[in-house]
């Protein structure tokens, strides 16, 4: 892109969840109009963007008149097709580029890529047929296989004790293509998230420590308490991965820090991550307006954090009971509710988050987890 996309232009956004939600709020808080494209309506994105276009990603004459309306696009879901980005990009600017997309969108060339830039993963193997999966050797468990595309928050996966699970996990996942990884022992899981400018300038959040249970993000806090060696590792990891895809806009990079204390990157998302909404309480810059700045040609901002931070996730379990308690958890101290406007509270499904700031990460996590807690707590009769 040659001139910035100024304030007063139209950002277009493939994908209508929680993340384009809040990339469309820091948007129009800039000034930007947003268009929102996906098949579904009334959605998290939409109820917040100026105009919602409801199509099927295959729909590549819906695309086309999407791409010719708005100045850049970018996306918050990352298995767009490859048709439809290439679609978009006869008509206007993309990023992250599809290139970055194609990289990150499936295990395999995801994990390739960094192996050929010299970044430690997890160690693993391709496997493309049952045959493929059932040689492999006893000392490869405790493993986990994985989709090797379409994959998220745990879904498409099994862990793998014993010889005797291969089959059924492979029946379970019903794919063409997976990988076997090897079952990591690990103290601690991380994230870095990474901003980059069309200048080549980089921001960094983190690392942030994550706690997943059954698979999904459950709470992230920063400023970590990993050792200073460890931070600046991950940070430069995320640097080179930025640089050698040369994305514009914004990425995370997961790792595991290892038993032995070492670091492997685990996964990429090139976009703005859950455990970085934090970042929208506690920091100068958001994630949100980093990509907004990154994809419209924009200085980034700071990625200074102004205060230690919590964030739990909010799924539909909470509402199984009847509506949360809202007013215990909004009357302790620090706490900010986030939600994301969805209809259905399915269990497992993320329809908020809750960040608290304070004195100190512990405190911060403390009390975030009690705001949660407070939510189920009833109203007295
Ligand atoms: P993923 O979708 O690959 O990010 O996996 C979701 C979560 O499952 C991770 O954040 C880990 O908590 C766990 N997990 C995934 N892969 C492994 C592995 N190879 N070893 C141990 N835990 C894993």
């Given amino acids: 892109m040659s001139r910035a996309v100024l304030p007063g232009s139209t950002i277009g956004v493939l994908g209508s969840g929680q993340l384009g939600r809040m990339f469309t709020i820091a948007a129009r808080r800039l000034g930007y109009r947003v268009h929102v494209f996906s098949p579904d309506d009334d959605t998290p994105t939409g109820q917040v963007a100026d105009v919602e276009i409801q199509a099927s990603y295959d729909d590549l004459d819906a695309v086309a008149k999407f791409a010719q309306q708005v100045q850049v696009v970018t996306f918050e879901f990352e298995n767009v097709p490859v048709q439809t980005i290439n679609a978009v990009d006869r008509f206007t600017c993309i990023h992250p580029a599809g290139h970055v997309l194609h990289t990150t969108q499936q295990r395999i060339r995801e994990k390739s890529f960094l192996q050929s830039a010299g970044i430690p993963v997890t160690p693993f193997r391709a496997i493309s047929s049952l045959d493929e999966l059932k040689s492999v050797r006893n000392d490869e468990f405790p493993a986990v296989l994985k989709t090797a595309a379409w994959g998220y928050d745990g879904k498409g996966q099994a862990k793998i004790q014993s010889p ?5 996990a492979w029946a379970a996942l019903n794919c063409n293509e997976a ?19 069309h200048d080549g300038a980089v921001a960094f959040y983190g690392p942030i420590a994550n706690t997943h249970r059954n698979h999904i993000l459950d ?5 970590s308490a990993l050792p200073p060696g460890i931070a600046k590792e991950a940070i430069e990891i995320a640097r080179t991965i930025l640089a050698k895809l040369e994305v514009i806009g914004v990425l995370c990079v997961e790792f595991f820090l290892t038993t032995g204390g070492r670091l492997l990157v685990n996964e990429l998302a090139p976009r703005p991550h859950n455990s970085g909404h934090l970042t929208i309480d506690a920091h100068t810059t958001c994630q949100f307006e980093q990509q907004v700045r990154a994809v419209c040609g924009m200085p980034l901002g700071a990625a200074t954090q102004l205060r230690p931070a919590a964030m739990v996730n909010l799924l539909g379990d909470l509402w199984q009971k009847g509506d949360p308690n809202w007013s215990e958890a909004l009357a302790m101290d620090g706490v900010k509710l986030h939600l994301y406007g969805k209809r259905e509270a399915r269990v497992g499904r993320k329809m908020g988050h809750l960040t608290v700031l304070a004195d100190s990460p512990a405190e911060a996590a403390e009390r975030a987890l009690k705001a949660r807690l407070a939510l189920v707590s009833r109203a007295p009769v």
């Fill in 179 to 197: 990988v076997l990884e090897r079952f990591v022992d690990f103290d601690c899981e991380l994230s870095i998230v990474a901003a980059r400018g």
């Fill in 219 to 223: 709470l992230s806090v920063t400023p």
């Fill in 164 to 168: 005797g699970e291969l089959e059924p």
